[in-house]
């Protein structure tokens, strides 16, 4: 038996609970995980209220999760590479992962480097490889600059560090709380709110790119301020992407376990910090997605079930 985040109808956090659910052992090719991180993300949110049913609906009693790492307990057969005891960090596409096991497809899994701690190497895939794949949209070179929005949070906090890795100056948008935070990570902050504009213009001689990881508009700004559409990505504002042809890469464009695997090696080397603001067992998920859907959060928010 394992326990699951499950709910059973679209709704707020209310409808998420905690149960008992029985997994039968690994088919061909599967691995079963014990989970010892799983991050959560904005998107499990939007299924959950039922704001993505025509793209991706749920069928009830339906899980939830897709970032993983832990312990590998038992292999299917024909997997190579993996044995228990394994530490492993990596996704899995069933809707599964905020659970106490999981099975995984072994090509969703990497071993975890072993400097990695558990809630940072939980926390990599949905937010990692969206920052991995908007970053390689836009096309950076050394001497670019690049805005990113959102900048402090899961996609963004990573996103601004890959961008000044591909040698671009990065001005990241975000409130008060987080401009030390992105100051001591190499990026120039800029508050959003009224005047922003004026303050991107005044923050550089010229904006060569623009990441969107919030929406409500950034798009549009990116335009107003010169940025060709081709050198815009936008994770979330897809009526943007139709009315103005901007780039959408998002995790769906890098979601391999390779990508997750780099992320990991960068982790381990010291090259990229994944803030993790906030841990949570998993009995308690509803507090975990009330806190995520404030909006405001630093990095990550991570169940340790
Ligand atoms: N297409 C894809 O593959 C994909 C993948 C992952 C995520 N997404 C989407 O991308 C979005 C971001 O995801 P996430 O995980 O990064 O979310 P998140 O961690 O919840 O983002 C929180 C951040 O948003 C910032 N923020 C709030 N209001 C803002 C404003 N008006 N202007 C600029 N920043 C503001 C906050 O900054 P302050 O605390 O400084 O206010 C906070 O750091 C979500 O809509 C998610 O669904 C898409």
Avoid: C
């Amino acid at each position: 038996m394992s326990k699951a985040v499950r709910f059973d109808e679209y709704g707020g956090t209310g409808v998420l609970y905690v149960e008992d659910v029985s997994l039968p052992d690994p088919a061909e090719g599967e691995v079963l995980v014990k989970v010892k991180a799983a991050g959560i993300n904005p998107g499990e949110a939007k299924v959950r209220e039922g704001l993505l049913q025509d793209r991706w609906p749920a069928t009830f009693p339906s899980g939830q999760g897709s970032d993983l790492a832990g312990i590998v307990v038992q292999v299917g057969d024909g997997v190579e590479g993996f044995a228990p005891g394994d530490e492993v960090v990596g996704f899995t596409d069933r809707r599964a992962s905020h659970a106490e096991y999981v099975l995984a497809d072994a090509g969703e899994l990497a071993l975890k480097p072993s400097g990695v701690p558990w809630e940072v190497a939980g926390a990599l895939f949905v937010a990692g490889t969206t920052a991995y794949a908007a970053v390689r949209a836009v096309s950076l070179t050394p001497g670019d600059t690049v805005v990113v929005s959102a900048a402090a949070g899961g996609v963004g906090s990573l996103a601004v560090q890959l961008a000044r890795q591909a040698g671009a100056e990065v001005i990241g948008i975000a409130g008060p709380a987080n401009h030390a935070w992105l100051a001591s990570h190499g990026v120039k902050p800029v508050a959003y709110g009224a005047g922003l504009t004026d303050r991107l213009r005044k923050a550089a001689d010229r904006i060569d790119a623009f990441i969107d990881t919030h929406g409500d508009g950034y798009v549009k700004l990116a335009l107003d301020l010169g940025v060709d559409p081709s050198r815009i990505d936008t994770v979330i504002d897809f009526a943007a992407v139709q009315e103005y042809g901007v780039k959408a890469e998002g995790s769906a464009s890098a979601s391999s376990v390779e990508v997750v695997a780099e992320l990991a090696s960068l982790v381990a080397e010291g090259k990229l910090e994944v803030p993790v603001a906030a841990v949570f067992p998993l009995d308690e998920v509803r507090a975990a997605f009330d806190e995520l859907e404030k909006g405001h959060t630093r990095g990550k928010i991570v169940l340790l079930p």
